[in-house]
């Protein structure tokens, strides 16, 4: 497919681990993505991986890069109400330009 | 502070009227772009632009049209034209466009456009 997919929902309990897993297209990205949208909000960059990397940690977030199967997850450790957000997979294409491709978002709801 | 707004936060148009979304950057950054949310579905660019003066159309440019006069503003109108206005428009800059971090979008915190 030509779209960057993710789940559209995840629920998890304050305290678990949760993951957040998006599939994307193009072999030749370099920069793999991660955004936070919090609720009637822009979106923030929350971390981002290189694609000769097959991990990065910063603090709770794992991010887990798997470039032959094009996969990338986001984990976050200790899930705290304040992390309910949706989350953005994203990539760059070129097509001719050089476009950021989003999935759908994930939206996680973390219950006290 | 450097940052990106957009305004209005909330919009109403009545079916068949123009409206212009506002868009301005301080953060010295090249690249503009405008995208739309819809529920359930990721963003989708509607035009950006690399340069001063220079813009092009994104996946769903059709009843949309920006302008690109001054580097830190980059207006966007939804026109008549579009047939299903209603949405959530973000607008985001980037120091530059390509394969590096150059890339990473700065966003504003959007406009809700509702047509009544």
């Known amino acids: 497919g030509e779209d960057v997919e993710q789940s559209l929902f995840l629920s998890v309990r304050e305290g678990d681990s949760s993951v957040i897993n998006c599939t994307y297209t193009d072999s030749s990205s370099t920069y793999l993505y991660w955004y936070k949208q919090e609720p009637g909000a822009g979106l923030q960059l929350l971390t981002y991986?290189?694609?000769?990397?097959d991990m990065k940690q910063d603090q709770r977030l794992t991010v887990l890069l798997n470039k032959k199967d094009k996969h990338l997850s986001l984990r976050i450790a200790d899930t705290q109400t304040g992390d309910s957000a949706i989350y953005f997979c994203a990539e760059i294409r070129d097509t001719g330009g050089f476009k950021t491709i989003f999935g759908a978002g994930t939206r996680l709801f973390v219950k006290a | 502070d450097g940052g990106i707004t957009q305004s209005p936060k909330y919009l109403f148009r009545k079916e068949g009227q123009n409206v212009t979304l506002s868009c301005e950057q301080n953060l010295n950054h090249d690249a503009m772009y405008w995208y739309r949310q819809d529920p359930g579905q990721g963003l989708r660019l509607i035009y950006y632009s690399q340069i001063v003066n220079d813009f092009q159309k994104g996946d769903i440019a059709e009843g949309y049209s920006v302008s690109r006069e001054k580097k830190e503003s980059f207006p966007l109108t939804v026109t008549s034209a579009q047939k299903n206005p209603t949405a959530f428009y973000l607008c985001a800059s980037s120091i530059g466009t390509g394969w590096d971090l150059n890339t990473e979008a700065f966003f504003g915190q959007g406009t809700r456009l509702t047509v009544v």
């Open positions: 991986i290189f694609s000769n990397m």
